[in-house]
């Protein structure tokens, strides 16, 4: 598998991530296993995946504990995990999912140790900013967060969603190790404000989450009959009805490309993110070991330039993100 490298000269790690938020948060209330996330997790590692990525908002609280407990039964195992994790988004209402940001330093140091124990560690790996508040100065709270590398708390850094204007006034205050952003087949927007170059450029780690479009690109959903009723996505635009009719036109496209290249269509939506630069990552979400195996392969696909140029002209998204 490929590898990506981590800003400010950190650690490499491999290019396919796992994501660990639907294993309790946003998708498929009912349908939550914890036996068969833990196993995914442990599967991961096996396959050589090392990016492990939670949140506190997730839950909230309730998937860093799992993740902790996955990440306690690896034992030694656990060192050749890149644990990361996200603070700053505070949820008001867990049915709803609406959440208010919180960048102050005061906020941040608490959240880092509340998630230190839940995930049952000393050190985490990859401390991210999981959005920035925009009444706290990014200098403010990324001043806070180096405080706590200085410490021995905290590895590398992140942001989460930021633009360049914003990545460069953290990196004046502490080196960006990552940006994690959405980007897939169907969301291009960090592509078009230049934050996928930026990271390029000054050699930050680009993780793209949501690569598979929340599920969409996996070729698996076609109508809102497809998801289980208890589901956050059938909130989402773009999971409405005339919104997933509008979208096969690109789903058509990228089964066309998978049939010829002889790979899954996730597979190739996971590729083309990929193929956006060394730099980039993805951060698959996944709950079940049948599907990390299929987005682990993706790790060794190589698109073609023909399949690239096509996929880089597919139709727009219809539905806000």
Wanted: include cysteine; charge should be negative.
């Amino acid at each position: 598998m490929r590898e990506t490298r981590l800003g400010g000269g950190g650690r490499t790690f491999a290019s396919v991530g796992l994501g660990c938020m639907g294993m309790s948060w946003g998708y498929d209330e009912l349908g939550r296993d914890e036996t068969e996330s833990i196993a995914v997790v442990h599967r991961a590692v096996e396959l050589g995946v090392d990016l492990i990525d939670t949140a506190d908002q997730y839950g909230p609280f309730t998937n860093e504990v799992l993740v902790g407990r996955a990440l306690a039964a690896l034992g030694d195992g656990r060192d050749r995990v890149l644990l990361a994790t996200k603070g700053g988004l505070v949820v008001d209402d867990p049915v709803t999912y609406r959440s208010h940001r919180d960048g102050r330093p005061e906020h941040l140091r608490a959240a880092v140790d509340a998630s230190l124990t839940r995930l049952g560690v000393d050190h985490i790996d990859l401390y991210q900013l999981h959005r920035i508040d925009p009444e706290v100065p990014v200098e403010e709270s990324w001043g806070a967060l180096s405080e706590l590398v200085a410490a021995g708390k905290l590895g590398a850094l992140g942001l989460s969603e930021a633009s360049v204007a914003e990545i460069g006034r953290a990196q004046g205050v502490h080196p960006v190790a990552s940006v994690q952003s959405e980007l897939s087949l169907w969301s291009r927007e960090a592509l078009d404000d230049g934050v996928v170059e930026h990271c390029r450029r000054e050699g930050i780690a680009f993780i793209a989450f949501a690569p598979l479009g929340r599920g969409f690109l996996s070729g698996r959903i076609s109508s809102p009959e497809d998801l289980p009723k208890a589901d956050g996505r059938h909130r989402l635009a773009r999971y409405q009805p005339d919104a997933l009719a509008a979208n096969q036109a690109v789903l058509d496209q990228v089964r066309a490309v998978a049939e010829e290249t002889g790979a899954s269509v996730a597979q190739v939506s996971l590729a083309w993110v990929m193929a956006q630069g060394d730099h980039v990552a993805v951060l698959p979400g996944t709950k079940t070991r049948r599907y990390l195996e299929e987005n682990v392969g993706a790790g060794a696909l190589r698109l073609s330039p023909a399949a690239l140029e096509r996929l880089a002209h597919l139709p727009a998204a219809v539905g806000g993100r």
